[in-house]
């Protein structure tokens, strides 16, 4: 079993909104805080947003205010929803579920593209 799916990237014009998903396990969710990655072609994976078990939520300075992340658990979801897109999000998006630091999870999905162009 996958532990975590993502879901929801595709083409969106400049400005446009997307929201992401990644279904994880109860298990998961109960346990782990949970975080969202990027990676465009040629460049490192960077932190985007995470959000702890308590629900603090850190952003990295290029999204704040315009993505957005939240956790379902009654779900068993994390959700990114992404809004005002700009080409430079253009990337695969990855989440991860971490014990204490995003940087160093225990687990990652398989990532889902997010193209934002006109």
């Known amino acids: 079993q996958v532990p975590l799916v993502e879901s929801g990237g595709g083409l969106v014009q400049p400005g446009g909104s997307l929201r992401l998903s990644c279904a994880a396990s109860?298990?998961?969710?109960?346990?782990?805080?949970m975080a969202w990655f990027r990676q465009a072609p040629g460049k490192e994976r960077e932190f985007v947003a995470s959000?702890?078990?308590?629900?603090?939520?850190n952003y990295t300075h290029s999204v704040k205010g315009r993505f957005f992340i939240a956790r379902d658990n009654a779900q068993n979801t994390v959700y990114l929803q992404m809004s005002d897109l700009k080409p430079e999000d253009t990337s695969v998006y990855y989440c991860?579920?971490?014990?204490?630091?995003?940087?160093?999870?225990?687990?990652w999905g398989q990532g889902t593209q997010v193209t934002v162009s006109s």
């Open positions: 991860n579920a971490y014990r204490t630091d995003p940087w160093a999870p225990d687990y």
């Open positions: 109860q298990r998961i969710l109960r346990i782990y805080g």
């Open positions: 959000i702890a078990r308590g629900g603090n939520t």
